[in-house]
């Protein structure tokens, strides 16, 4: 089967950095959207950001011009890297791998998600 592999969370100060790091590993014959999801404490899941495998990305308006979402398509890989950090980025941070096509399986493609990794920003 399939497997994602999240690592780079923790804890850091307002105004500080992290990088997140996310790998597809399995059967995988290609990826279509690799994402980051994340959820605080009494809130619903929210995507933060989205990366196709052309390219094309999205953010929520809230991490704009903050976080950069990445993608390695040959290492199934994708990445967060999150800058000017505030109290309010504290959640747990999911991977998500839309549209996964695996190798022998014809006509389906499945969605997967990580274990998730927390991000504490606080001083």
């Known amino acids: 089967q399939v497997q994602l592999v999240e690592s780079g969370g923790g804890l850091v100060q307002p105004g500080g950095s992290l990088r997140l790091s996310c790998v597809a590993s399995?059967?995988?014959?290609?990826?279509?959207?690799m994402g980051w999801y994340r959820q605080a404490p009494g809130k619903q899941r929210e995507l933060v950001a989205s990366?196709?495998?052309?390219?094309?990305?999205n953010y929520q308006d809230s991490v704009k011009g903050r976080f950069t979402i990445s993608r390695d398509n040959a290492k199934n890989t994708v990445y967060l890297q999150m800058n000017r950090l505030k109290p309010e980025d504290t959640a747990v941070y999911y991977c998500?791998?839309?549209?996964?096509?695996?190798?022998?399986?014809?006509?389906?493609?499945?969605?997967?998600w990580g274990q998730g990794t927390q991000v504490t920003v606080s001083s």
């Open positions: 998500n791998a839309n549209g996964v096509i695996l190798r022998n399986v014809i006509g389906a493609n499945y969605d997967y």
């Open positions: 399995g059967s995988i014959f290609s990826i279509n959207t």
């Open positions: 990366v196709t495998r052309g390219g094309s990305t």
